[in-house]
């Protein structure tokens, strides 16, 4: 009778929902104490990811954080410029542990919902079945996509506030439940049109969110405003760019999921992405998985070329132009670099082969700018400012101030350089030992043939007074550049 049913389905119901949230308990419970939750979703790890523990989202970001203090001598504590991006420190592990749960749950709710269909069909006539089992399954089904809509809000709040590392916490959400979809689908196969639309819709609303944040992000990488307050006064890395970068690196370890977020939105469409035909004729997945591939790789280009248009934006606070070199270097080099240690670099060649040799010309610029700033030392000096004097004749007033004139603008400049340039930074050991070695070879070599020609001219009765410095004396000097400690 449909009493039997109705008494049936209820007493089900409650059953299945009890044993859905003490499983989410027990699991709160373990995670807490253990201290690190396992994720179904979030296997196979790549090799090569500069994070050495499992990643869990979004915790990952905290450890993301470590690459920045490797990266820079000075940790880049209190010099660092400030971003209007919320910064992507670590957030409560609870939050870890609430979408970790929410993902075996997910996966609970199916095997669950699987045995009691099987237990169904031995006790419900059969013309009773799928009524009885959509009826017995809502509540926990309503409760499970409540709980994702819940996070879907939680992202979209934050994403309002500008905190983009928020839509980390759907992608390993996202990505499990499509890969459950198949399983979901066939144990609703009997179920109402309602009961079967519920997934699909939490699944796109989760795709419109997560792709919606992603396009603000790049919008906000480009309006980051060019503020003195908030630029590193030592020109070292901008908290933009290594957010910018770590961002990126999380999307790594959902490329597909992130790909098809993006192609999923109309969004696509102003992706302007020529397809080669040979590369998707095999078959419709793969097609989608290559067009997705490259609208990943479009978007991350995407956020980089605005990410650098801000650099140079930005580097125009500076009034010294060597100091905007220095600063444009450094993030730079630091993009190229965490491109190179992770897979972002073979995606961003997916539509852009030549990004790699891009930066280090971009790199190699901003060296040579620095190196012009080191002009108005040598110019003093330099072999083509010098009048010629005849050897053995003695050298008139005019000629005698003149030498001393040299000397005094070349130790003050020298001084003057090697006092500010102290204060700089580049945290790249390699590319700071490059630099310094380069300024050290062309002003050693000047001034070396500078004194070879007049240290033993009689153009003063002092000449400790304007030869202040031997050869190997400048060449100590400039190896303290960059360097606070010195």
Known sequence: SSDFMTVYFQIRSVQLDRSIKGLKDHFRKNSSSSGVPYSPAIQNKRKDTPTKKPIKRPGTIR??????????????????????????????????????????????????????????TEIVPE????????????????????????????????????????????????????????????????TAAGTKNKLPGLITSMETTGAKALEEFADNIKNDPDKEYNMPKDGTVHELTSNAILFLQQLLDFQETAGAMLASQVLGDTYNIPLDPRETSSSASSYSSEFSRRLLSTYICKVLGNLQLNLLSKSKVYEDPALSAIFLHNNYNYILKSLEKSELIQL????????????????????QTYQRSWLKVTDYISERNLPVFQPGVKLKDKERQMIKERFKGFNDGLEELCKIQKAWAIPDMEQRDKIRRAQKTIVKETYGAFLSRFGNVPFTKNPEKY??????????MIEKLFDTSA
Do not use: W
């Open 63 to 120: 450890k993301a954080q470590n690459l920045l203090k490797q990266y820079s001598q000075h940790g880049l504590d209190g010099k660092k410029g400030a971003s209007n991006l919320i910064p992507m420190e670590g957030r409560d592990d609870v939050f870890d542990i609430e979408i970790d749960a929410y993902i075996h749950c997910v996966s609970a709710f199916v095997k669950l919902a699987q045995s009691e269909y099987q237990l169904l």
């Open 467 to 476: 030869i202040k410095y031997q050869v190997d004396q400048v060449g100590e």
């Open 127 to 190: 013309h009773h079945q799928k009524k009885t089992f959509d009826s017995l399954i809502q509540e926990s089904l309503d409760n499970l996509i409540m709980e994702g809509d819940n996070i879907v809000s939680a992202a979209r709040k934050a994403i309002i506030r500008h905190d983009y590392s928020a839509v980390l916490t759907i992608f390993p959400i996202l990505k499990h439940l499509k890969q459950m979809k198949p399983e979901f689908d066939q144990v609703l196969q009997g």
């Open 348 to 367: 961003v060649a997916v539509t852009q082969k030549t990004a790699e040799r891009s930066y280090r010309e971009l790199i190699e610029q901003q060296i």
